[in-house]
């Protein structure tokens, strides 16, 4: 199960603090994933040499903002799935119960400040039924590149050929840290300090993002992909088994041999990201 975040830095309490009191991210910026059009869809999958070619992957995680399309399409057309399909947002304070998440809780999924925040807190079924949908959305558009695609999460196997670790290491980076030697910071993850009594504490802030971050905002992999590493843990086609790590992970626990596992409910650590396979060309 995915560690439980614990408070022990001064830093981090304060940061927390004041992302409570101040409820939400001002700046407002949409990621070019947020549409559903057929051109943009294309637009943000890519290639990956390796893999077969007709599989494709998508730049990004998926963001609130694609989320929320999706759901208002089944609260107008399907209730019951609409319930199934919708994000959870008391996971904050049920996995996080002593720490400051009340704001999270309150405006991740619904305030527009966040639409290009990775979309987190759904169930392994709801990820499907996304692809199921989307699946049906592209292959209905007059205008697409593809005549038929079906959209899908990545085979682990799969999911670890497109973050393109370097040869004979477990990062897309030189290096088993979470930041390169001339310490620019390559995802957003968790970092481990001592302090001044000699323990050893978790530190957020140092990459910037004391939570998830907007995608796309750390160096992209060979491939072209963002945030494989870190951000938020991706589901994989095995139910319960997520790859990447997140936010709240160390470095070690983000390699690409590494696994994190995720309840049914869903989890603040964990979203997904899209794979396309060409059916028909």
């Known amino acids: 199960?995915?560690?439980?975040?614990?408070?022990?830095?001064?830093?981090?309490?304060?940061?927390?603090?004041?992302?409570?009191?101040?409820?939400?991210?001002?700046?407002?910026?949409v990621r070019p994933n947020s549409s559903i059009s057929s051109k943009q869809i294309d637009k943000n999958f890519v290639k990956i040499p390796v893999l077969d070619k007709n599989l494709l992957c998508h730049k990004y995680e998926l963001t609130?903002?694609?989320?929320?399309?999706?759901?208002?399409?089944?609260?107008?057309?399907?209730?019951?799935?609409?319930?199934?399909?919708?994000?959870?947002s008391l996971n904050w304070s049920r996995i996080?119960?002593?720490?400051?998440?009340?704001?999270?809780?309150?405006?991740?999924h619904s305030n527009s400040a966040y639409?290009?925040?990775?979309?987190?807190?759904?169930?392994?079924?709801?990820?499907?039924?996304?692809?199921?949908?989307?699946?049906?959305?592209?292959?209905?558009?007059?205008?697409?590149?593809?005549?038929?695609?079906?959209?899908r999460l990545p085979t682990e196997e799969e999911w670890i050929?497109?973050?393109?670790c370097l040869p004979g290491g477990?990062?897309?980076?030189?290096?088993?840290?979470?930041?390169?030697?001339?310490?620019?910071?390559?995802?957003?993850?968790?970092f481990a300090i001592v302090e001044a009594e000699g323990r050893t504490a978790p530190e957020y802030m140092a990459d910037k993002a004391l939570y998830m971050n907007r995608v796309g905002e750390y160096p992209m992999n060979a491939n072209g992909l963002f945030d494989m590493i870190g951000n938020v843990a991706?589901?994989?086609s095995e139910e319960g088994k997520a790859k990447g790590g997140g936010w709240n992970s160390f470095i070690s626990e983000c390699y690409a041999d590494q696994s994190q596992k995720y309840e049914g409910w869903g989890h603040p650590e964990v979203g997904f990201r899209l794979f396309m396979e060409i059916i028909e060309p």
């Not at 979470?178 to 620019?184: A, F, I, N």
């Open 1 to 29: 199960m995915m560690h439980k975040l614990k408070i022990s830095s001064k830093l981090m309490l304060l940061c927390i603090l004041i992302t409570s009191i101040l409820g939400f991210t001002v700046r407002r910026v």
């Open 64 to 88: 609130n903002s694609n989320y929320k399309v999706f759901l208002d399409h089944l609260r107008k057309n399907d209730t019951a799935l609409y319930e199934q399909c919708m994000y959870d």
């Open 96 to 108: 996080y119960p002593y720490s400051y998440t009340s704001s999270l809780m309150r405006h991740y």
């Open 115 to 151: 639409g290009d925040y990775p979309i987190v807190n759904i169930q392994y079924s709801a990820a499907l039924e996304y692809c199921k949908w989307l699946t049906k959305e592209y292959n209905s558009m007059k205008k697409r590149t593809y005549q038929k695609v079906a959209f």
């Open 161 to 164: 050929v497109a973050t393109s």
């Open 170 to 190: 477990k990062l897309p980076w030189y290096g088993d840290k979470g930041y390169t030697s001339d310490l620019k910071y390559m995802a957003n993850i968790k």
């Open 234 to 236: 991706e589901m994989v």
